[in-house]
């Protein structure tokens, strides 16, 4: 008996350079913002870790009747502030650059039960800043912070 020979075992074959990340869309800085009555906060069940404790909320960001993103506010105990409400807010890549942010979290804002209210977020993040000064937060970090801490109170603008 003789043994047929095996055909060769083919090797795929390493790209000689890696494959390029797809390209992220970045809305335009500046441009033309939406009207403020096209953006609604529906009030959702919690998801794990967003809004989910005793003192949690949680909303859906809606434009136009469509997801635009998620805010949420979970209670927290972290340094330099102690025990206080921290939200947070994602927008969808497509919501990003038109002034959705600005409406989400003073919509927010005013409709927590929380007061004062805080966010936590990277320095570098000025998208982030911008919107939440127009909703009426201020800066309150410490140098020594690496992050950039906000305050609101239910009275602001």
């Not at 947070?88 to 927010?108: D, S, T």
Request: proline letters at 8%; aromatic letters at 6%; glycine letters at 8%.
């Amino acid at each position: 008996m003789t043994e047929e020979p095996r055909p060769p075992v083919q090797r795929r074959r390493r790209p000689a350079r890696p494959t390029s990340k797809p390209k992220v869309i970045v809305p335009p800085k500046g441009g033309p913002k939406i009207d403020a009555a096209r953006i609604t906060l529906i009030a959702k069940r919690a998801r794990k870790g967003k809004g989910d404790g005793n003192e949690g909320e949680y909303w859906e960001i809606q434009c136009d009747g469509k997801r635009a993103g998620e805010v949420f506010v979970n209670l927290i105990d972290e340094h330099p502030v102690g025990v206080h409400a921290s939200l947070q807010i994602f927008l969808n890549a497509k919501a990003q650059g038109q002034g959705i942010g600005r409406v989400a979290y003073r919509l927010a804002a005013d409709a927590s039960r929380h007061d004062p209210i805080y966010l936590h977020m990277r320095k570098s993040n000025d998208a982030s800043r911008i919107a939440a000064e127009h909703a009426g937060f201020f800066d309150v970090s410490q140098p020594e912070i690496i992050q950039r801490i906000m305050k609101r109170h239910r009275n602001s603008p």
